[in-house]
């Protein structure tokens, strides 16, 4: 689905993909409401065998089209290939002309594609290993977001739970406060990205999820622990699709594929980690993991702020 999303919006040309992004927030949404609605009267397994027709239908109807009508990536970069005798020769003479040819150096002529290939060929590994670093950049941007996705899903509504003495319909709108903030945050996410800009856009959300998640991991009172799980699905809410575009931009599928898989590593990781983490400090300690790790995402994109700087040699 990435892939697919990452064509659309290279066909597009607009940074869309928090808006595709937006909508498996809203299933979140949706699913931790319905979830608090309905816990006190269904088991998990009754509500989630409910579930699996309404699953499987989506998928049937949303795979048709997608299988149906496969986008194309435009071509990008494309440069008009000049042949190395047209660019070295002299200006043409006319055909008839009776002045004499200039003699040619036959052995400069050898040598000047061969030096061109050698240093063309010596510069693609160096090209194609900066932009293998940089998809590896953006993968871990992905990944310190979605530890704190991971994270919060599992483990902040128990934290509201045990540490706060919330009841089950209180803990699932806590973590609906994250996925309310973060759906806003993705439909939103077009429009800021083009007037702050990708870096300004990733650093801020970063920030902002690291404050939000101390606030929400350490505030003793439930109103403010709500307030800080909603600034950090704000925070988090572009970092993720930005991320996943950003390596896809740099090398289609396979840039996708890899960034994905470390985001989602940090999907599987985070919940484990800060289950380890619980038995050993407590869970609002742990917890502040997702804060530090937000910040890491920040400095990161700070830092391959120039990275935008298309590596076409």
């Not at 706060?164 to 709108?173: K, M, R, S, V």
């Not at 920030?207 to 939000?212: E, F, H, N, V």
């Not at 890899?258 to 590593?265: M, R």
Request: charged letters at 10%; hydrophobic letters at 50%.
């Amino acid at each position: 689905m990435n892939s697919v999303a990452v064509d659309l919006v290279a066909a597009l040309r607009r940074p869309v993909m928090s808006s595709f992004h937006a909508a498996y927030s809203l299933g979140g949404l949706l699913g931790s409401g319905i979830g608090g609605l309905l816990a006190p009267h269904l088991s998990p397994a009754t509500h989630l065998l409910l579930l699996t027709p309404v699953g499987l239908v989506a998928v049937a109807l949303a795979g048709r089209p997608l299988l149906a009508h496969p986008l194309r990536r435009p071509e990008r970069g494309r440069r008009a290939v000049v042949p190395a005798s047209a660019s070295a020769s002299a200006p043409a003479q006319p055909r008839n002309s009776s002045a004499p040819a200039e003699p040619r150096d036959s052995s400069a002529a050898a040598k000047a594609p061969a030096t061109g290939t050698t240093a063309g060929t010596a510069a693609a590994p160096s090209r194609a290993g900066g932009t293998t670093l940089l998809v590896a950049v953006f993968g871990l941007i992905a990944a310190c977001t979605a530890y704190g996705e991971g994270a919060l899903a599992e483990w902040g509504p128990l934290h509201i739970q045990q540490d706060l003495h919330g009841g089950p319909g209180i803990a699932a709108a806590g973590y609906s406060a994250v996925t309310l903030a973060m759906t806003l945050g993705r439909l939103s996410g077009t429009t800021l990205l083009v007037r702050l800009g990708q870096t300004r856009a990733l650093v801020l959300g970063g920030l902002t999820a690291c404050t939000g998640m101390l606030v929400g991991a350490l505030a003793p009172y439930l109103p403010l622990v709500m307030i800080g799980f909603a600034l950090t699905g704000l925070g988090l809410a572009n970092l993720f699709p930005t991320a996943i575009a950003r390596a896809g931009e740099l090398t289609g599928p396979s840039g996708v594929a890899a960034a994905s898989t470390l985001g989602y590593g940090g999907l599987l990781l985070g919940p484990p980690s800060i289950g380890f983490l619980t038995d050993a400090f407590g869970l609002p300690s742990a917890l502040t993991t997702v804060a530090a790790l937000a910040a890491v995402a920040a400095v990161i994109a700070y830092l391959a702020r120039n990275s935008g700087a298309r590596q076409d040699g």
